[in-house]
């Protein structure tokens, strides 16, 4: 009797701990005073490099922006993990890599994009993909050999 009293207690504290929801950090944002280190119209990339580090994530063309990301996620038990919190600081630089602009975003300013997907229409109505597959069968090009 006492073994299952004591299973008892560890099946609901494991229960309850499940519940309880664990947090993650994600991702590097410089701290304020680092960032009051810079100067706009003055620093340089390699300067903002050497005051908050490398950045999380750069712009796409060489040369571009840089973007310091951080986000903090809540999970409870085997619910989905829900962002809580997320900081982007943007720091922009000009045409010569002098500093531009500082700034700084968080969730409450981002925005929903909705991804859309652009399929072609084959006119494949009705076609089993048994019959797409054997009705591939002797349709050789002429330049399959590589010629």
């Keep these: 009797m006492r073994a299952l009293a004591y299973l008892t207690v560890a ?45 999380t994530a750069g712009g796409v063309l060489e040369g571009g922006n840089y973007y310091y ?19 982007v600081l943007a720091i922009s630089f000009d045409g010569n890599g002098v500093l531009d602009n500082i700034e700084s975003f968080g969730l409450e300013d981002g925005r929903v994009v909705a991804l859309t997907r652009r399929v072609t229409d084959a006119d494949l109505t ?22």
């Design 69 to 87: 990301v951080r986000s903090t996620v809540k999970t409870i038990g085997p619910r989905r993990p829900e962002v809580i919190d997320r900081q």
């Design 11 to 55: 099946m609901l504290s494991l229960g309850l701990a499940a519940c309880s929801p664990t947090f993650r950090n994600h991702g590097y944002i410089p701290p304020e005073e680092d960032l009051q280190e810079l100067v706009v119209g003055i620093d340089t990339r390699s300067s903002v490099e050497d005051v908050v580090g490398p950045p």
């Design 126 to 147: 009705n076609v089993t993909f048994i019959r797409q597959l054997l009705g591939g069968i002797g349709q050789v090009s002429p330049d399959f050999g590589g010629g």
